[in-house]
Nanobody, 120 residues
Framework: QVQLVESGGGLVQAGGSLRLSCAAS????????MGWYRQAPGKQRELVAT???????NYADSVKGRFTISRDNAKNTVYLQMNNMKPEDTAVYYC??????????????WGQGTQVTVST
C-alpha cells in the first residue's frame, strides 16, 4: 500500500509565500517523476510543476519564476516553494507520484489535496 501525504497548505496574503510538502510511504521500490497539480473551483485540474528522479524540472508558464519544485529522494518527498503568490494561485493542490512497487509494477498515485488560498 502506497500513500502520499501532503502538508503545508493554508491562507496567505498576495505577495506572500507557502511551502508544500508531500511524503510518499509504503511499499516503494522507486519514486520516479513527482509533481504538483492544482484545481480551482469550476476549473480542470492543471499541472503546476514536475521533477524527475534525476532532478529535471518542468513548470507551468503561470508559475515560472515564482514557484520552485524540489525533492529529497532519500525521504521520497517532494516540495513546492511558492513565492510572490497571487490570488489566481488559489486552488486545491494535489501531489502526484509515479511509483514502482517492484521491477514490473508501476502506477500513478495521488495525495488527498491541500487547500491554498491567496487573499488580496
Amino acid at each position: 500500500q502506497v500513500q502520499l501525504v501532503e502538508s503545508g497548505g493554508g491562507l496567505v496574503q498576495a505577495g506572500g509565500s507557502l511551502r508544500l510538502s508531500c511524503a510518499a510511504s509504503g511499499s516503494i521500490f522507486s519514486c520516479n517523476t513527482m509533481g504538483w497539480y492544482r484545481q480551482a473551483p469550476g476549473k480542470q485540474r492543471e499541472l503546476v510543476a514536475t521533477i524527475t528522479i534525476g532532478g529535471n524540472t518542468n513548470y507551468a508558464d503561470s508559475v515560472k519564476g515564482r514557484f520552485t519544485i524540489s525533492r529529497d529522494n532519500a525521504k521520497n518527498t517532494v516540495y513546492l516553494q511558492m513565492n510572490n503568490m497571487k490570488p489566481e494561485d488559489t486552488a486545491v493542490y494535489y501531489c502526484n507520484a509515479d511509483i514502482s512497487i517492484n521491477l514490473f509494477r508501476r502506477r500513478d498515485y495521488w495525495g488527498q489535496g491541500t487547500q491554498v488560498t491567496v487573499s488580496t
